[in-house]
Every structure is written in structure tokens, then in C-alpha cells.
């Protein structure tokens, strides 16, 4: 009898213990960082995909299509495609302009900046760069758009007027940039100049100047960049080796290190979720923690697809959106995922 009793204590253990995984296994499943929710696919659209941006109260998505010559756009309410924007050349970056209802459209090919009505989709004016105008960033609070540009002979960021469209001069650079971000309260803007030794260059945007260069202690290819102006932290995706760099924006000083997926073009930083995720197109979007300002963990490698490099996350929708560039005969698609909390 003792021993029957003891087996039966043995048992119900067991099962108490197996239901407490099968809890704690859905607990992780369900707090999983992000969740797919659509697939649009673009059978006429090919080649590489670049970045994004968004009309929130319009619900419109804006996706460049580089290797296509087009600006896709979609009704992000319906998740399904409503224009294509043609006449374009290497389009890069997509700026939307809200106060103004403009569309900036930087290219590649020919170094224009391409500005289009947002309600007729209608060309508005085009403005010559010395050469590949790449990404682009809107000061909301001054109405303007900033445009990277340039080789190592001459590049910079060109300043634009978003009502008029007129270039309102530039702040010159050592080569080319890639990602770059803008204080909103502050007046600094953060450049990654892959090409000039892989350092972050650091403008005051007052004077037009730049005012310190940060180095990488050795970490190279740092093209997309993130910003968390509240506590003064920026985070830089590295190609080589694939990892993300956190930095103290009062020093410059590197302060944590995590690898991430390779390939990376684009991070963003979720101050909702105290996240930061990394789109690469090894396939993966690498999820970091913020644990606190100063220590970061990789949560996980979220699977997507091969060719997913460049993404847009949008915290008032809780949307993350990523551009897949079709690879082995797939074709290219735009995916949805929910951002989870």
C-alpha cells in the first residue's frame, strides 16, 4: 500500500510537471516578439528591395523598389498594393511628408531627388545630386528632408524644403552615407560613413557642421542605424563582423555588443516593447532585449525569408513591415507581421 501510494505520488509529479511545460511552452509561443500576419506578393515587381515609409492616418505604405524602378504603394488596411509610381531610377529612399502631402524619392541611378504629389502621385519637381542619393529623413519640426548623396569626391546630405521642394543647401561629408538618424529635440544627426574607415559622424545640424567622428574599434560595413534619443543610446548594425553595436550618444563610447543576422539594412528601436530588431537577408530578424540602458540580449532569431534585408517598423500601428527580394526563383513579396508585446 505504501508503495502504491508512493507510485501514485510519482505519477501525478510527472503529470503536474509535463502540464507545467506544456504552459510555460505556449507561455514562449505566445510572447513570441512578433507574429505573421500577411503576405502580399508582387509577381511584376523584381529585383532588390529598398526602403520604406508610411502614412499613418491615410493607412498607405510606400516601399522602393530599387531593382524595379518603381515606388510600390499599399493600402496597409487591406494589405494589398493601390499604385505603383514608375519613371524612377535605382529608387532608395521614400520619405512621405504629411504637413505637406509630398513624397521625396531619392535614386540611385541618376542622383535625383524626385518629389511627388501624394494624393495625384503626380511628379512635382526633380533636383539633381552629384550622385546616388540614397536615404532619406524628415525634421517633422522644421519641415524639411534631409538626403544622403555622394561618392568620396563629393557627398553629403542635401538639405530640402518639403512645401517648395527647393534645396536649402548641404552638410559635406568624407564619403558616402548610409543610415542616418536625426535628434527631435536635439539638434544632432548621426551618420554612418562605411566608406571613411567605418565611422559615425556626428553633425549639429544648427551650424551645418560636423562635430565629432566615432570609431568602431574595429567592427566594419556599419549601415543601418537606430536612434533611443530619450536615453541617449544609438544603435549600429556592423556587416562585419554581423553584430549590434549599442553606443552612448553623450561619449560615443561602445557599450554592448550582439551578433546579429547577416546581410543587415535595417534596425529599428521599439521604445514600447524595449526592443531593437535587426532585418537581414540571411533570412532572420535578430530580436535584442534592452534589459536596461546599458545591457542588451538576443532574444531570438525570428524566421522570415532569404532576401528580407529592409523593413519598416511602425510603433502606432504595432506593424512591422519587410521587403523580400525574391531569391531562387521566388517571387517578391511584402510581409506583415503583428509586433508582439
Same mark, same amino acid.
Given at each position: 500500500?505504501?508503495?502504491t501510494?508512493?507510485?501514485?505520488?510519482?505519477?501525478?509529479?510527472?503529470?503536474?510537471?509535463?502540464?507545467?511545460?506544456?504552459?510555460?511552452?505556449?507561455?514562449?509561443?505566445?510572447?513570441?516578439?512578433?507574429?505573421?500576419?500577411?503576405?502580399?506578393?508582387?509577381?511584376?515587381?523584381?529585383?532588390?528591395?529598398?526602403?520604406?515609409?508610411?502614412?499613418?492616418?491615410?493607412k498607405?505604405?510606400?516601399?522602393?523598389?530599387?531593382?524595379?524602378?518603381?515606388?510600390?504603394?499599399f493600402d496597409?488596411?487591406?494589405?494589398?498594393?493601390?499604385?505603383t509610381?514608375?519613371?524612377?531610377?535605382?529608387?532608395?529612399?521614400?520619405?512621405?511628408?504629411?504637413?505637406?502631402?509630398?513624397?521625396?524619392?531619392?535614386?540611385?541611378?541618376?542622383?535625383?531627388?524626385?518629389?511627388? #504629389?501624394?494624393? $495625384?502621385?503626380?511628379? %512635382?519637381?526633380? !533636383?539633381?545630386?552629384?550622385?546616388? =542619393? &540614397?536615404d532619406?529623413?524628415? +525634421?517633422?519640426?522644421?519641415?524639411?528632408?534631409?538626403?544622403?548623396y555622394g561618392?568620396?569626391?563629393?557627398?553629403?546630405?542635401?538639405?530640402?524644403?518639403?512645401?517648395?521642394?527647393?534645396?536649402?543647401?548641404?552638410?559635406?561629408?568624407?564619403?558616402?552615407?548610409?543610415?542616418?538618424?536625426?535628434?527631435r529635440?536635439?539638434?544632432?544627426?548621426?551618420?554612418?560613413?562605411?566608406?571613411?574607415?567605418?565611422?559615425?559622424?556626428v553633425?549639429?545640424?544648427?551650424?551645418?557642421?560636423?562635430?565629432?567622428?566615432?570609431?568602431?574599434?574595429?567592427?566594419?560595413?556599419?549601415?543601418?542605424?537606430?536612434?533611443?534619443?530619450?536615453e541617449?543610446?544609438?544603435?549600429?548594425?556592423?556587416?562585419?563582423?554581423?553584430?549590434?553595436?549599442t553606443? #552612448?550618444?553623450? $561619449?560615443?563610447?561602445? %557599450?554592448?555588443? !550582439?551578433?546579429?543576422?547577416?546581410? =543587415? &539594412?535595417d534596425?529599428?528601436? +521599439?521604445?514600447?516593447?524595449?526592443?531593437?530588431?535587426?532585418?537581414?537577408?540571411?533570412?532572420?530578424?535578430?530580436?535584442?532585449?534592452?534589459?536596461?540602458?546599458?545591457?542588451?540580449?538576443?532574444?531570438?532569431?525570428?524566421?522570415?525569408?532569404?532576401?528580407?534585408?529592409?523593413?519598416?517598423?511602425?510603433?502606432?500601428?504595432?506593424?512591422?513591415?519587410?521587403?523580400?527580394?525574391?531569391?531562387?526563383?521566388?517571387?517578391?513579396?511584402?510581409?506583415?507581421?503583428?509586433?508582439?508585446?
Amino acid at each position: 500500500m505504501k508503495n502504491t501510494n508512493a507510485a501514485g505520488v510519482f505519477v501525478i509529479c510527472v503529470g503536474v510537471a509535463l502540464a507545467a511545460s506544456f504552459v510555460v511552452r505556449a507561455q514562449e509561443k505566445e510572447r513570441a516578439p512578433l507574429r505573421f500576419a500577411a503576405t502580399v506578393r508582387l509577381p511584376d515587381v523584381h529585383g532588390r528591395i529598398d526602403h520604406f515609409d508610411v502614412d499613418v492616418a491615410g493607412k498607405r505604405l510606400f516601399m522602393s523598389a530599387l531593382g524595379n524602378n518603381t515606388v510600390e504603394v499599399f493600402d496597409i488596411a487591406a494589405n494589398n498594393r493601390i499604385h505603383t509610381i514608375r519613371g524612377l531610377h535605382e529608387p532608395q529612399g521614400v520619405t512621405f511628408v504629411p504637413a505637406t502631402s509630398r513624397i521625396f524619392v531619392a535614386n540611385g541611378d541618376d542622383g535625383m531627388v524626385r518629389i511627388f #504629389d501624394a494624393k $495625384s502621385y503626380q511628379l %512635382l519637381k526633380s !533636383v539633381h545630386l552629384a550622385s546616388d =542619393a &540614397d536615404d532619406t529623413r524628415l +525634421d517633422a519640426a522644421k519641415q524639411q528632408v534631409y538626403v544622403g548623396y555622394g561618392d568620396k569626391k563629393n557627398a553629403g546630405l542635401a538639405i530640402f524644403d518639403t512645401a517648395t521642394g527647393n534645396e536649402l543647401g548641404m552638410i559635406p561629408l568624407p564619403a558616402h552615407p548610409e543610415g542616418f538618424q536625426l535628434e527631435r529635440k536635439g539638434t544632432r544627426i548621426y551618420v554612418n560613413v562605411p566608406e571613411a574607415n567605418n565611422v559615425i559622424e556626428v553633425i549639429d545640424r544648427s551650424v551645418r557642421k560636423i562635430v565629432a567622428t566615432w570609431k568602431l574599434g574595429g567592427a566594419e560595413d556599419n549601415f543601418p542605424m537606430a536612434l533611443d534619443e530619450a536615453e541617449h543610446r544609438l544603435f549600429i548594425v556592423c556587416r562585419t563582423p554581423a553584430e549590434l553595436l549599442t553606443l #552612448d550618444t553623450n $561619449s560615443g563610447k561602445i %557599450l554592448a555588443k !550582439v551578433p546579429s543576422v547577416e546581410h =543587415a &539594412d535595417d534596425v529599428w528601436y +521599439d521604445p514600447v516593447n524595449k526592443r531593437i530588431y535587426v532585418s537581414g537577408g540571411q533570412g532572420f530578424i535578430t530580436v535584442v532585449a534592452q534589459e536596461d540602458t546599458d545591457h542588451y540580449r538576443r532574444v531570438t532569431e525570428f524566421k522570415t525569408a532569404e532576401g528580407g534585408r529592409t523593413s519598416l517598423l511602425v510603433p502606432e500601428l504595432g506593424k512591422l513591415y519587410l521587403g523580400v527580394w525574391g531569391q531562387n526563383g521566388r517571387p517578391e513579396e511584402l510581409r506583415v507581421y503583428d509586433v508582439q508585446p
